[in-house]
């Protein structure tokens, strides 16, 4: 029981907070709308945290340039847009700067040695520069149909209502049956294979709570738009990390790099590569990233993405990354990312003055680390 | 009437699993050199960092008295006030900063404000760097003098600390010939003027010319003390005492199928240090290892073994890196480790947690680490049951004990890591594995179990290089020891004819004639 509550300490942090907020806010948390834009307006934070936890895992390492990279990209977008192109070109635009950044990043972090800190440091400033000149310093709004589409639009079927998508129940319900025949089918052969597994009830018990918040969840949808097309991004996105740090051999590295450098080195991985990679692939979610706020906010401005950089690091330690490398899952961090959410969100809603939101971040920030820190201490971890 | 400075008494340490010191007892008296001898892991500087206080009062039993009273050490600044400073053999100075502020860290010259004085730091520390014949500035970097230097600002740093007694731990290990000489006469200068020092070596010509009294430690026990007044003692009755041990059957039998085969072999390896790029580190050496064969490496540490072993290991060591490897015959040019893995090498370090493990990894993670393409399909995706799977079977295998792999190595014991390590270079599948001092810090029954794994391995054709500085478990285990000195060959022998007086003196007639670099 003790260890049950220890692995899943967030989550029940989460349910604690999200409790809390909804009393405070007298059920306004809990209202379609704010249900539904609680990921989207964090769809910045959920994605980059997931570049951000590459960067983590290979020591501790993080990346400060992304809420500028978020911005130039995005500034690009604008401009080009804005130029009369295309909005796939756009796109590519956007999406092309990012991978310059990432690949001068990398290389500059991976082979030359630049610390990470340093490196990220002056692009932080290099391109919030960059994306100032772009934009001539003004701002320039999007109203390209296409491009907002793209990224803000509702999956709605034909003869649907605002208010009644029973399409977004209907596809939760078909996710929440697809999970439920997935976990049985993985246990009974774990089962089959003698393999250690969780206990039956567990099991079932786990799997109800989840089902159960998907189809609240799309029910909510449901009620408010549908499913949201920066849903599908998120979501696109996530599993994607997720598989690729819990289940590849690519993954496994950034792990081990982190774990020891040394022992890694001499077991024939390059950590060379695989700094290389996890800065790549960060700058490369923030440029995504930085299409998906311009989409939703609708116009860029040269503060566009400022301290988002802390949003997505502070997301990885509440959600349990090492500090020290090593450690971290994706699945951590997204509680981390949405328990920050609700907190931010609560309370906007509760209408706490800005200045002590700040205060109450930073305690939440500290006492994570702090808990993590020290309960691995206990746990006889170096 | 015997003026004892130092008595150790019934001094017992212990640590999980291992009695690092059992029951020792020391003396020294006042205005003596005493030389404390006995091999890797005997105990002797378990021994110096219970007296000066690294070790602290209460995690060791007995008694220290110094200067006829008993102190209780907390820490090593307790033992500094009394005048007993230790030199560690890796040096403890910051290159960054200059040798006076090196000298006075953490003991600076400061008014009761905490602000520095640093004109007094400066003459003061120029006023040390005289009586031990430095004629650098004292604003000079750390960085920017050689070894033998720093060991003498070292040496100055404790006549700072107004020293009464002076604990040397392998001073001249890392100086030549010249510096070392020059380091003994000044020794043997401040004991004149009533120091008393304690000097840890293997240089056994050394001890014979500056020592005045010799304690031999072995197996973590005070064997003997020699008087050495004449200084003219014979290095075979040090070695004698050193080593004395009855070979009991602590090694598994083993039946001895080697091929005529050379399964490897390097001719002419040379390398230079991977920093200090003039220092040749390994120095023409040439060996072959047939198939079916545990080949051994002998030599005090420093020989450059684990120079030679890594730099062969896909040049995970050293640069400006030459000579020649062959494996089953064919010359293989090995660009990086990942390359050598591939080519059937494996080296398992001596060093396993800093670079053989991911402690905050599981079991499993970390056994299939240096081969994870065995466990991944095409794209690279892990099939992680087969890799639990696999970890369990040698869990199993080489009786780690654990209650599952997915538990983290950090929480194992050391046998049980080693065990790990061992895991994950035999998952990757070697025709040739070095080891690296396969059995250091474990218990007797997790070293005997190691060893039957080497044998299951030379059983199926494959060879072993066992790297120890162990002298039985090389007499014990292979079938033909090379012995290293300085980074040279400087013997070879079957292990029938070796003996451990042989395999000692051929070390210590190559130092005499100063080493050939």
């Known amino acids: 029981m003790r260890s049950v509550v220890k692995k899943y300490t967030m989550v029940l942090a989460l349910v604690v907070v999200f409790l809390f907020f909804t009393a405070l806010t007298g059920g306004k948390l809990l209202l379609a709308q704010n249900i539904s834009n609680l990921l989207l307006q964090n769809a910045y934070v959920l994605i980059m945290a997931c570049g951000m936890l590459l960067c983590i895992l290979t020591g501790g390492n993080v990346d400060l340039s992304v809420g500028a990279t978020l911005c130039l990209s995005a500034a690009l977008a604008a401009k080009s847009l804005e130029a009369g192109m295309n909005p796939m070109l756009a796109v590519l635009i956007a ?26 440091l002056a692009g932080m400033f290099l391109y919030r520069g960059l994306a100032r000149v772009v934009l001539d310093s003004k701002t320039i709004s999007i109203s390209n149909e296409k491009f907002l589409n793209l990224f803000t639009s509702y999956i709605m ?35 089959k294979q003698g393999y250690q597994a969780e206990s039956f009830a567990f099991m079932i018990a786990k799997l109800i709570i989840i089902d159960a918040l998907i189809i609240i969840y799309s029910w909510k949808l449901s009620q408010y738009k549908g499913i949201p097309v920066m849903l599908l991004w998120i979501l696109v996105i996530v599993l994607i990390f997720a598989f690729i740090t819990s289940s590849t051999v690519f993954g496994r590295y950034f792990y081990a790099v982190g774990g020891n450098e040394k022992a890694t080195k001499l077991s024939g991985i390059d950590p060379r590569r695989v700094y290389f990679w996890a800065y790549f692939l960060m700058s490369i979610l923030a440029g995504l990233s930085g299409l998906l706020v311009a989409a939703r906010i609708g116009s860029v401005d040269g503060n566009m993405g400022n301290t988002y950089e802390m949003d997505a690091i502070a997301s990885c330690f509440i959600g349990g990354a090492s500090a020290y490398g090593g450690s971290g899952s994706v699945s951590g961090i997204m509680v981390g990312a949405i328990l920050l959410g609700v907190i931010n969100q609560g309370m906007s809603i509760y209408g706490l003055p800005d200045q002590w939101q700040y205060v109450v971040k930073g305690l939440v920030l500290i006492i994570a680390v702090v808990f993590d820190v020290v309960s691995n201490k206990k746990a006889g971890k170096s | 009437m015997e003026d004892y400075i130092l008595e150790m008494k019934n001094i017992t340490k212990l640590y999980p699993g291992v009695k690092a010191l059992d029951n020792v007892n020391l003396k020294v008296q006042r205005g003596e050199i005493h030389a ?18 690294t070790i602290p009062y209460g995690q060791y039993t007995g008694d220290i008295v110094y200067n006829g009273e008993i102190c209780k050490f907390n820490n090593i600044h307790d033992s500094e006030k009394l005048g007993i400073v230790i030199i560690h053999q890796e040096l403890a100075l910051i290159p960054e900063m200059t040798i006076a502020e090196n000298m006075f860290l953490g003991n600076e010259r400061k008014n009761k404000f905490g602000k520095i004085n640093w004109n007094e730091t400066y003459q003061q520390a120029s006023e040390n760097m005289k009586r031990v014949g430095l004629k650098e500035q004292s604003s000079v970097l750390i960085k920017d003098i050689g070894t033998g230097k720093q060991q003498l600002v070292e040496i100055a740093k404790a006549l700072s600390k107004n020293v009464k007694l002076l604990i040397l731990d392998e001073p001249t290990s890392s100086l030549n010939e010249e510096d070392s000489q020059m380091l003994l006469d000044m020794l043997i200068g401040f004991k004149n003027e009533g120091m008393t020092a304690i000097i840890i070596t293997h240089k056994l010509n050394e001890v014979a010319y500056v020592a005045d009294k010799i304690t031999v430690v072995r197996d973590g026990s005070t064997i003997e003390t020699m008087d050495n007044a004449d200084h003219n003692i014979d290095e075979e009755r040090i070695i004698k005492g050193m080593v004395g041990r009855e070979l009991s059957n602590r090694y598994p039998e083993r039946e001895h199928h080697i091929s005529e085969e050379v399964l490897f072999e390097a001719k002419n390896w040379t390398v230079y240090h991977p920093i200090y790029t003039e220092k040749r580190i390994v120095n023409n050496v040439s060996f072959k290892v047939h198939k079916g064969e545990i080949v051994g490496f002998s030599g005090l540490q420093g020989a450059g073994r684990t120079e030679m072993a890594m730099s062969l290991f896909g040049k995970s060591y050293g640069s400006h890196i030459s000579g020649q490897e062959f494996i089953n015959g064919k010359e293989v040019h090995l660009k990086d480790v990942r390359d050598a893995i591939d080519n059937g090498l494996a080296y398992a370090t001596e060093d396993r947690k800093t670079n053989g493990l991911i402690l905050s990894d599981t079991i499993a993670k970390n056994t299939t680490m240096a081969r994870m393409e065995k466990i991944a399909n095409k794209q690279g995706i892990i099939d992680i049951a087969k890799e639990n799977k696999i970890a369990e079977d040698y869990a199993k295998a080489m009786k780690t004990k654990t209650p599952s792999v997915q538990q983290n190595v950090g929480n194992l014991s050391g046998g049980n890591q080693q065990k790990v390590l061992l895991s994950k270079w035999m998952f990757a599948e070697p025709n040739v594995l070095f080891l690296d001092e396969p059995s250091r810090g474990i218990d007797v029954g997790a070293k005997y179990e190691i060893y039957c794994i080497m044998n299951d391995m030379v059983k199926e054709g494959k060879t072993v290089v066992m790297i120890s500085s162990e002298l039985p478990e090389l007499l014990g285990m292979c079938d033909r020891i090379y012995i290293m000195n300085e980074g040279n060959i400087v013997g070879e022998m079957d292990a029938k004819d070796a003996t451990q007086e042989k395999i000692m003196s051929a070390i210590l007639s190559s130092k005499d004639k100063g080493g050939s670099i």
């Open chain 1, 157 to 191: 079927f034909p003869g649907e209502k605002m208010k009644h998508c029973t399409s977004a129940l209907i596809i939760g319900i078909i996710i929440a049956a697809l999970i439920a025949v997935l976990m049985i089918g993985n246990r009974a052969k774990k089962v």
């Open chain 2, 36 to 53: 404390l001898v006995g091999e890797n892991g005997a105990g002797k500087s378990t021994l110096m960092n219970v007296l000066s206080g």
């Open chain 1, 95 to 120: 999406i092309g700067a990012a991978l310059v950044i990432g690949v001068i990043q990398g290389y500059l972090v991976g082979y030359v040695h630049i610390p990470p800190f340093i490196c990220t």
